[in-house]
C-alpha cells in the first residue's frame, strides 16, 4: 500500500481523489494548503503528491522545495489554468506530471500509478507540459502540446516538431527556445521548401564566401522547417555536426553551442530521415495538432486576432462577435487551420466595420478552400493581400480626412520595416547577410534601418 497526500482548498475535489484512490488501496491523507501539506508529510512521509497550483496564502509550485526537503515523492501539479509558463514552472520545479482540470479521474489514477512505479524504480525524472508566444488554447490537444513543449526546452537534445501548415509549428519552436537553456540567445530559422536542393547545404553549413545559419545561431537555436526537402547528403551532415559539437568553417573546427530543432508538415510516420539524424532526435515528438481536433480553442483565438487586429489598427473598441459568427468559425474545416482562421478573423473585421461580426462577414468557404492548393508562396501572398486589404480600410479611416493621407508610402514603411526586421531575424542580426537575401548593398541596407527607426 502506498501513501498519497492531496493538496487541494476545493473540499468537492479533494473527496474526489480520496474515493478513487483509497478504492485503489492506496492510504490518502488531504490538505487544503501548503502549511497543512507540509505538517502532513512530516508526520506520514508520502510516496506521491498530488499538488494544486492556487492554493490560499502560499503558491503550490513555489512550496515544491519545501515538500521536496520533506519527501522525495514525485510530486503532480494540478491547475484549473493550464498555460505554458505554469507548466514551465513546475518542470523546472522538479514536478513529475501535470494535470489541468477538470480531469478524468482515471487518468489521475494512471498518473499516480506511474508516479508510484517511476519512484521504486528509482527514477525521478520529469515530464512536462505547456507553451507561449501566443500559442493559445486549453484543449485537450493543446494541453499534450504543452507539456511536451515544457519537456522539450528542458532538454538540449535535437527536437522534431511535426504539424499541418498553418498550425503553429514556428511558434511551438519559439516557445522551446524561450523556455530553454539559452533564450539570450539568436532565433534564426528558414524553410527548406523554397531552396533548390542544391543550395540547401550552403544555406545551412556556410560557404567560403557566406556565413551559414548554424553559425549565425551559435548560442542560440536553428529551426529548420520542411526538413523531408534536404537531401541525404546534407540531412547526414547536419547529424554529424551535432553527433561531434563541432561546426567547420574552412579547415577550422569550432564548439558548436545550438539546439536544432527541424520540422515537417509530414507525420512522424510518414516522415523519412537520414538514419544518423533520426538517431540524434531526442524522445520528445511535439505534433501540433490541426485546429479540427482543437474546436474548443476557435473562439479564444478568433477573439485574440480580433483584439490584436484592433490594436493595430488603433480601434477604439474590439468589436463583439455574434453567436452565429462563432458557431460559423467553429463549424468550419481551416485548410491552413491556425493561420487561415486568422486571416478570416481579420477580414471579418475589416468588412464589419467596428460592428458586431456575424457570418455573412467571413470570407467564402470557397475562397478560403482556394488556398489549401496553393503552394506556401502563393498561399502566403492570399494572406499578404488580406492583410493589405485589412491595413488600407483601417488606414482610410485613420488618415483619409488629412490633407495628405499618403496611404501609399505609410503602406510601404510598414511593409519595408517588416521586410527588414524578418530578414534581420532570419540572419540572426548579421546585417551582411540579411543585405544579400533583400538584393540590397549593405550600406543602403544601413541607411534603410536608421530611416525606419530599426538602427538600434
Known sequence: MSRILVVDDEPAIGWSLREILADEGHAVD???????????????RPDAILLDVRLP????????????????????????????????????????????????????SAVVARALADRTNGDSSTEPEPLPHTLLGSSTAMQEVYKRIAAAAADDRPLLITGPEGSGKDLAARSVHAHGLRPGGPFVSTS???????????????????????????????????????????????????ATGKRFRGDAAHPLDTRLIVASRLTPESLVLDRELAAILGPTVI?????????????????SFLARHAAATQAAVVPPLSPEFVAAIQGRDWPENVRDLRAAVVHAAVVARGAILRAEHLPSIEATAGRAGAGPLDAAGCHVDDAIKAWAAAARAAFGRLPEPDLHNRALRLVEATLLREA??????NRTAAAKLLGLDRATLRTKLRQLGLDD
Open 192 to 242: 527548406l521548401a523554397a531552396l533548390a536542393p542544391s543550395a540547401i547545404g550552403g544555406e545551412l553549413f556556410g560557404s567560403s564566401d557566406a556565413v551559414g545559419l548554424l553559425e549565425l545561431a551559435a548560442g542560440g537555436t536553428l529551426l529548420v522547417e520542411a526538413i523531408e526537402a534536404a537531401p541525404p547528403e546534407v540531412q547526414a551532415q547536419l547529424a554529424n555536426v551535432f
Open 287 to 303: 505534433s501540433m495538432p490541426p485546429l479540427a481536433d482543437r474546436r474548443d480553442d476557435i473562439e479564444p483565438l478568433a477573439r
Open 424 to 429: 534581420l531575424a532570419h540572419t540572426g542580426g
Open 30 to 44: 488531504v490538505a487544503a494548503n501548503v502549511a497543512e501539506a507540509l505538517a502532513a508529510a512530516s508526520r506520514a
Open 57 to 108: 496564502g502560499r503558491d503550490g509550485i513555489e512550496a515544491i522545495p519545501d515538500l521536496r526537503e520533506t519527501s522525495a515523492a514525485p510530486i503532480v501539479v494540478m491547475t484549473a489554468f493550464g498555460d505554458l509558463d505554469t507548466a514551465v514552472r513546475a518542470v523546472r520545479a522538479g514536478a513529475f506530471d501535470y494535470l489541468v482540470k477538470p480531469f478524468d479521474l482515471e487518468h489521475v
